[in-house]
């Protein structure tokens, strides 16, 4: 992402979070045209400017995080990495905890 998308997408997101509305930020690595479902994931902060997700995982990420909602506002990030995820709301709600821990 260059300088000016990224600029731009904080500032997107500084308004999504000041609504007061409950949200989920997904940051995802670079995005790939390669199938999904054949790489595990990494969740670890930073791991969105470095890595790359293909589109269909992406997608795949962010139809399984509508199940998950926060009582005020959730932001992970995403890239294909090692880690298997079998029960994803449960991944996804023990990344929530970990993010409110953080910020309470």
Known sequence: MNNNARKLAEQDESTLVASGIPYTIIRVGMLQNTPG?????SFEKGSAEKGSLSKEDAAFICVE??????????TFEAVNGEE????????????MEKSEQKHP
């Open 65 to 74: 995080a509508l199940d998950v909602v926060p009582q005020v506002g959730f």
């Open 37 to 41: 479902g054949t790489q595990g994931f």
């Open 84 to 95: 298997k995820v079998s029960d994803w709301k449960e991944r996804l709600t023990r990344l």
